[in-house]
Each structure stands twice: as structure tokens, then as C-alpha cells.
């Protein structure tokens, strides 16, 4: 009977793992889904004026945050200088496969500069982040 106990606790342990998980995580990847599925349009829906450049630094601020708020295990996102690393790697990452499939659309191509303007959005936010867990640590001191 101790057997059984000892299996479904192991079991309940994963699925709190596993929904955790999913709810850090789920997030980031729908936001990848989201810049997906933009990047598969023949033209970005922006407003009229809006260039794209200052549009893929806003639209990876957000990436950046959601990645951050990943990292940190929730809100508010309070994340290390690691962390903002690895979360800028992450978007950076993304951003240049994000490019890659943009050369496969047609009216699209891939472009460094929207890479570059990619991983100065999710930097400003991540960095934002790592700035804010610093404030908080000595405004808690």
C-alpha cells in the first residue's frame, strides 16, 4: 500500500511541475506563435506611419518581458543579470529564426536591421526587469 502512496505522490509532484511549467512557459510560446503568424503575413498590419523597426522593438519588449516573468516564476518579474542574459539569448535567438522564415514568405525578407531593433526590445525590457530587482532589493534594505 506504501508502494502505491509513494507512486501517486511521485505523479502529483509532476503534474504540479508540469502545470507550472505550463504556466510560465505558455505564455512565452504563445507569444512566439503570435510573432509567427505575424511574420507569415505578406505585409505587417501596422498603423499607418508606424515603421517597422520601432514595431519589432515594441513587439519583442513584450516577448522580453513574458520571457523574464518565465524566468523570475512569476510576477513581478524580478530577474538576475544571468537571467536577463539568458533571457536576451532566448529573443535574440528567436529573432534570428524569426528572419530565417521571413525570407520564405513572399513580400517579406529578412533583414539584420529588424534582428538588431528584435534583440534591443526584449534587452530593454529584460534589463528593465533586472533594474527593478535591484531597486526592490535596496528599497527592502
Known sequence: ?????????????????????????????????????????HQAP??????DKPAHAFGYMGFGFVIARALAGG??????LRQ????LALASFYGVTDEFHQRFVPG????VA????????????????WAWDIISRRSRQ
Do not use: K
Not at 4 to 11: R, S, Y
Not at 84 to 87: C, D, E, K, S
Not at 108 to 111: F, I, N, T
Open 1 to 41: 500500500m506504501q508502494n502505491a502512496t509513494a507512486t501517486w505522490c511521485l505523479h502529483f509532484e509532476s503534474c504540479i511541475l508540469n502545470y507550472r511549467l505550463f504556466r510560465l512557459w505558455g505564455p512565452v510560446a504563445v507569444y512566439m506563435a503570435a510573432i509567427f503568424y505575424l511574420s507569415s503575413l
Open 46 to 51: 501596422l498603423p499607418p506611419g508606424v515603421s
Open 75 to 80: 510576477l513581478p518579474p524580478r530577474i538576475t
Open 84 to 87: 536577463a542574459l539568458i533571457g
Open 108 to 111: 517579406r525578407s529578412a533583414d
Open 114 to 129: 529588424d534582428w538588431y531593433s528584435d534583440t534591443v526590445g526584449s534587452a530593454i525590457s529584460l534589463f528593465a526587469c
